[in-house]
C-alpha cells in the first residue's frame, strides 16, 4: 500500500500550480520532490495534507481518503517555519507531542534523543527566538516527527542550512527511513534527490517530468557517458554510431552515447590506439534527463 495520486491538478484562478500529476509512492520509500521555484512542490504537499483542495484529482493512502483521522499517522514540515517564538524549546514540543496524543515521558525521551543526535541538548529550555536558523529547523523537524508518523512530509528540509548541519538533517532523514518511516522531502538541489533517494518526481512548471525509481529512470532513458582519460586523440569517435556529443577536457573525454550498446565498438576502436588510463561507461545524471525532457539546464 501507499500514498497514490491520481490526476491530480490544482488551479488558482488562470495559473495551474499542479498539472495532472499521477504519483505512486511506495511505503517505506524515500521519495523526492525535485524542481525549481514556483514547480508546484508545497502546492502538492498541501494537497496530500488537506490544508488545500484539489481541483481535480484523487490522493489516497492505503487505499483511503485521507482524512483528519489520519494526522497521527504523518509528520509534516511546512516551508513556512511554524514555531512559537517566545516558547521555550521544550514547552512548544511538548506541546506538539501532547496534541498527537503522547505522554509528557514519552515527549521527554524522545526529545532528548535527537537534541543530542543534532548535537544542541544545551537549547532544550531556551526560547526558539534566541536559536540561530539552523538550529531552529532542527527543532522544527524534531518538533514534526515527535509522534513517530509513519509519513513524513518535508517541505524544503536542507534549505537555508550550512553544509555540516545539512549532513546531520540528511542523516537524520535516512534513520527515520531506515526505521520505518516513508518520507517525501522537497528540494530545488539533485545532488540532495541523487545521494538520498530511491524513487523522485521532477516538477517544472506544475508538470510532473518524470517519476518513479530512479535506476528504473536512468535505465529507461537509455542515454549513458563514457569517459576516457588518455593521451590519444580520440575525435574520431564523434563520427562513430549512436555517439551524440564529444567533449574532451584536457585528456579526459566524456562520450554521451544513445544507449550501451554503442559503447563496446567504441572501446574497441580505442584500445587500437594503446594504453588509457579509464574507460568507463556511467548512468546519466539527473541533470541529463531534465535537459532531454525539458529542453533546457535545469537552474
Ligand atoms: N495560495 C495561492 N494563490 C495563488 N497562487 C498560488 C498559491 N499558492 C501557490 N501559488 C502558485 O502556484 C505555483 C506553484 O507554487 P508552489 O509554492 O507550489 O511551488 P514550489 O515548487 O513549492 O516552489 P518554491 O520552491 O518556490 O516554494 C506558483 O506559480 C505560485 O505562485
Given at each position: 500500500m501507499s500514498?497514490k495520486l491520481?490526476?491530480?491538478?490544482?488551479?488558482?484562478?488562470?495559473?495551474?500550480?499542479?498539472?495532472?500529476?499521477?504519483?505512486d509512492?511506495p511505503k517505506g520509500?524515500m521519495?523526492g520532490?525535485?524542481?525549481?521555484?514556483?514547480?508546484?512542490?508545497?502546492?502538492?504537499?498541501?494537497?496530500?495534507?488537506?490544508l488545500?483542495?484539489?481541483t481535480?484529482?484523487?490522493?489516497?493512502?492505503?487505499?483511503k481518503?485521507?482524512?483528519?483521522?489520519m494526522?497521527?499517522?504523518?509528520?509534516?514540515?511546512?516551508?513556512e517555519r511554524?514555531?512559537?517564538p517566545?516558547?521555550?524549546v521544550?514547552?512548544q514540543?511538548?506541546?506538539l507531542?501532547?496534541l498527537k496524543g503522547?505522554?509528557?515521558?514519552?515527549?521527554?525521551n524522545k526529545?532528548?534523543?535527537w537534541?543530542e543526535?543534532?548535537?544542541?541538548?544545551?537549547n532544550?529550555?531556551?526560547?526558539i527566538?534566541?536559536l540561530?536558523?539552523?538550529?531552529?529547523?532542527k527543532?522544527?523537524?524534531?518538533?514534526?516527527?515527535i509522534h513517530n508518523?509513519?509519513?513524513?512530509i518535508?517541505?524544503?528540509p536542507f534549505?537555508?542550512l550550512?553544509?555540516?548541519?545539512?549532513?546531520?538533517?540528511?542523516?537524520?532523514?535516512k534513520?527515520?527511513?531506515k526505521d520505518?518511516?516513508?518520507?517525501?522531502?522537497?528540494?530545488h538541489r539533485?545532488?540532495h534527490?541523487e545521494e538520498?533517494?530511491e524513487e523522485?518526481c521532477?516538477?517544472n512548471?506544475?508538470k510532473?517530468?518524470?517519476?518513479?525509481n530512479?535506476?528504473?529512470?536512468?535505465?529507461?532513458?537509455g542515454?549513458?557517458?563514457?569517459i576516457i582519460?588518455?593521451?590519444?586523440d580520440?575525435?574520431?569517435i564523434k563520427?562513430?554510431?549512436?555517439?551524440?556529443?564529444?567533449?574532451?577536457v584536457?585528456?579526459?573525454?566524456t562520450v554521451k552515447?544513445?544507449?550501451?550498446?554503442f559503447?563496446e565498438?567504441?572501446?574497441n576502436e580505442v584500445?587500437?590506439?594503446?594504453?588509457f588510463k579509464r574507460?568507463?561507461?556511467q548512468?546519466?545524471?539527473?541533470?541529463?534527463i531534465f535537459?532531454a525532457?525539458v529542453?533546457?539546464?535545469?537552474?
Amino acid at each position: 500500500m501507499s500514498l497514490k495520486l491520481t490526476h491530480l491538478t490544482k488551479t488558482f484562478g488562470s495559473n495551474t500550480a499542479v498539472d495532472d500529476i499521477n504519483l505512486d509512492v511506495p511505503k517505506g520509500s524515500m521519495y523526492g520532490f525535485l524542481g525549481g521555484n514556483g514547480a508546484g512542490k508545497t502546492t502538492t504537499f498541501r494537497m496530500i495534507l488537506g490544508l488545500l483542495t484539489q481541483t481535480t484529482g484523487e490522493i489516497t493512502y492505503d487505499g483511503k481518503k485521507i482524512d483528519y483521522s489520519m494526522t497521527d499517522k504523518i509528520g509534516y514540515l511546512p516551508e513556512e517555519r511554524g514555531l512559537h517564538p517566545k516558547l521555550k524549546v521544550s514547552e512548544q514540543v511538548k506541546y506538539l507531542g501532547k496534541l498527537k496524543g503522547m505522554s509528557t515521558k514519552e515527549v521527554n525521551n524522545k526529545l532528548d534523543y535527537w537534541l543530542e543526535r543534532f548535537e544542541v541538548p544545551e537549547n532544550r529550555e531556551k526560547k526558539i527566538e534566541k536559536l540561530s536558523k539552523g538550529n531552529q529547523q532542527k527543532i522544527q523537524l524534531i518538533a514534526s516527527i515527535i509522534h513517530n508518523p509513519e509519513l513524513i512530509i518535508l517541505d524544503e528540509p536542507f534549505s537555508g542550512l550550512d553544509p555540516v548541519n545539512v549532513e546531520m538533517l540528511k542523516s537524520a532523514v535516512k534513520e527515520l527511513n531506515k526505521d520505518g518511516a516513508t518520507i517525501i522531502f522537497s528540494t530545488h538541489r539533485m545532488e540532495h534527490v541523487e545521494e538520498l533517494c530511491e524513487e523522485l518526481c521532477i516538477l517544472n512548471k506544475g508538470k510532473q517530468i518524470v517519476s518513479g525509481n530512479i535506476d528504473q529512470i536512468k535505465d529507461d532513458f537509455g542515454q549513458k557517458d563514457i569517459i576516457i582519460e588518455g593521451d590519444h586523440d580520440v575525435s574520431f569517435i564523434k563520427a562513430m554510431p549512436g555517439v551524440l556529443d564529444v567533449k574532451r577536457v584536457r585528456n579526459k573525454t566524456t562520450v554521451k552515447i544513445a544507449d550501451e550498446q554503442f559503447a563496446e565498438p567504441i572501446f574497441n576502436e580505442v584500445i587500437k590506439l594503446g594504453y588509457f588510463k579509464r574507460f568507463q561507461v556511467q548512468e546519466p545524471s539527473i541533470n541529463d534527463i531534465f535537459i532531454a525532457k525539458v529542453g533546457e539546464k535545469y537552474e
